[in-house]
């Protein structure tokens, strides 16, 4: 079982950054994939970065140059440093872990969230 417990989040305005950090348990943490969905009001969960054990990543198109997904295996955490916010960005943002792809289904654990509110 892998507890994952996310923390960051908050309220910025467009332009500005923030750092959400996934702290995950379990002792083969540097063995699992991780990744960051995000569910904005009224849309569908979408995939935002992956990062796989060996620290390859993956990102969408719509946050490539602005976000950066990495881990640090010693602490069991991930992290999503969130650079040139849009109001777009807005949503309940999900850590993940041991799965694959940009299909929720395909990710075995998921955090309880984390809010990001970017205003105008």
């Known amino acids: 079982q892998v507890q994952l417990v996310e923390s960051g989040g908050g309220l910025v305005q467009a332009g500005g950054s923030l750092r959400l950090s996934c702290a995950a348990s379990g002792r083969t943490f540097s063995g699992y994939f991780m990744g960051w969905f995000r569910r904005a009001p009224g849309k569908q969960r979408e995939l935002v970065a992956t990062i796989t054990s060996g620290g390859s990543t993956n990102y969408a198109d719509s946050v490539k140059g602005r976000f950066t997904i990495s881990r640090d295996n010693a602490k069991n955490t991930v992290y999503l440093q969130m650079n040139s916010l849009k109001p777009e960005d807005t949503a309940v943002y999900y850590c993940?872990?041991?799965?694959?792809?940009?299909?929720?289904?395909?990710?075995?654990?998921w955090g309880q969230g984390t809010q990001v509110t970017v205003s105008s």
């Open positions: 993940v872990a041991q799965g694959y792809g940009s299909r929720p289904e395909n990710w075995r654990y």
